[in-house]
């Protein structure tokens, strides 16, 4: 688990949530099927999409570092990691990827429950947690009614992840990421730094109306 989180936070630098196209059918089952289900076994469905892409990534990024080093993993960030993403979505019929305080792709910026987590997430490392335990969920009413379970896992910054997001990197790496990312902002993480956070939304059926 921990070479998978410090493959991880190297990998989803390229991975917004996913897109909603071809997903409806599987998050209108998901979202029947957790209304069945206690908190307990939504958090876990959770656990597990998180699981899922990391498995899946990690895959993919292993083959590319062999193939073309850090460079190489880049490409697929940029290039396949979403891909990557909307699969997992339309298999677990729910929506997962990746945020930060300090994002590369700009469309992975959090949202107000997003940067209230990782606020969160930042108070207890300072009081004493470790970063690879940190977790936390919701559910979430929207003023029309609509009910979300929101879920973040904590993604700790590890020796590899520095290749590409510390403050001392290679010319190449530099040049290839101001080529892919032009408004980078995640770079100058030191070792044991919170990197940013999996999340997940898990859409619930919206209760019946009381019309009593």
């Not at 904590?154 to 590409?164: E, H, R, V, Y």
Request: net charge negative; glycine share 10%.
């Amino acid at each position: 688990m921990k070479y998978l989180m410090i493959l991880l936070a190297l990998m989803l630098t390229g991975v917004g949530a996913c897109s909603d196209k071809g997903a409806d059918g599987a998050k209108e089952t998901a979202a029947t099927a957790a209304g069945t289900w206690d908190e307990d076994q939504q958090v876990e469905a959770c656990r597990a999409a998180v699981q899922k892409l990391g498995g899946a990534l990690k895959s993919a990024l292993v083959k590319a570092m062999g193939e073309g080093g850090v460079e190489g993993a880049l490409h697929v960030c940029h290039d396949e990691a979403q891909h990557i993403a909307d699969r997992i979505c339309d298999e677990e019929g729910l929506t997962v990827g990746r945020t930060s305080l300090k994002v590369r792709n700009q469309a992975n910026g959090p949202d107000a429950w997003e940067q209230a987590g990782l606020a969160a997430f930042a108070d207890r490392i300072a009081a004493g947690e470790k970063i690879k335990d940190l977790e936390m969920w919701a559910t979430v009413t929207a003023p029309e009614g609509a009910r979300t379970l929101r879920y973040l896992k904590a993604i700790p910054t590890a020796p590899l992840c520095l290749n590409c997001h510390g403050a001392d990197l290679s010319d190449d790496v530099a040049a290839k990421l101001a080529d892919l990312y032009p408004d980078d902002q995640a770079r100058g993480f030191a070792l044991g730094d919170l990197r940013g956070a999996f999340s997940v939304k898990l859409d619930l059926p919206t209760p019946p109306a009381d019309d009593s």
